[in-house]
């Protein structure tokens, strides 16, 4: 998977390469060609997400990450040509704070926020506990095979 990232607030080149790493596994685990799909990353800050999330969501409140689609169903997403699927917000200063209230590394929590934030990309909702459920199954595969269990 080809992933754009913003030049401000970038994580280390660890992170980066498991992001990298992790985009593929999607991909590849929902039938994709990972070679085939693009996704942009921009990190923010706490500022800037309250601010996304109050204009996008209508909640003012600062949260980890937004996802934004490109295509509106999973089935519109083409197989056979090249398509960027969408953009990817996350919020570093919350993804650190919820590394150390889960316990976990920040290093953790950012490539977990942006393999739930992919899967959303790929046509994923957790609206339900059943599609809540079948998400986190993924994105718990993905985690595990990255080395990056809770």
């Known amino acids: 998977m080809n992933i754009v990232f913003s030049d401000?607030?970038?994580?280390?080149?660890?992170?980066?390469?498991?992001?990298?790493?992790?985009?593929g596994l999607c991909a590849a685990d929902e039938g994709f060609d990972p070679e085939r799909l693009e996704v942009s990353v921009t990190f923010?800050?706490?500022a800037?997400?309250?601010e996304l999330n109050r204009l996008y969501r209508g909640n003012d409140g600062v949260t980890?990450?937004?996802?934004?689609?490109?295509?509106?169903?999973?089935a519109e997403i083409p197989k056979e040509t090249y398509a960027s699927i969408g953009d990817v917000v996350i919020c570093s200063e919350q993804?650190?704070?919820?590394?150390?209230?889960?316990?976990?590394?920040?290093e953790r929590e950012l490539?977990?926020?942006?393999?739930?934030?992919?899967?959303?990309?790929?046509?994923?909702e957790h609206d339900s506990?059943?599609?809540r459920s079948k998400m986190?199954?993924?994105?718990?595969?993905?985690?595990?095979?990255?080395?990056?269990t809770r």
């Open 8 to 23: 401000e607030r970038m994580p280390g080149e660890r992170v980066i390469g498991l992001m990298r790493e992790a985009g």
């Open 44 to 46: 923010v800050d706490a």
């Open 48 to 50: 800037e997400m309250r």
């Open 64 to 74: 980890d990450v937004l996802s934004f689609p490109q295509y509106a169903a999973r």
């Open 95 to 106: 993804a650190l704070l919820q590394a150390d209230d889960f316990g976990h590394s920040p």
């Open 111 to 124: 490539v977990y926020l942006f393999v739930h934030s992919v899967f959303h990309l790929l046509g994923y």
């Open 129 to 131: 506990d059943g599609e």
């Open 136 to 148: 986190r199954v993924r994105e718990e595969a993905v985690m595990e095979c990255l080395r990056l």
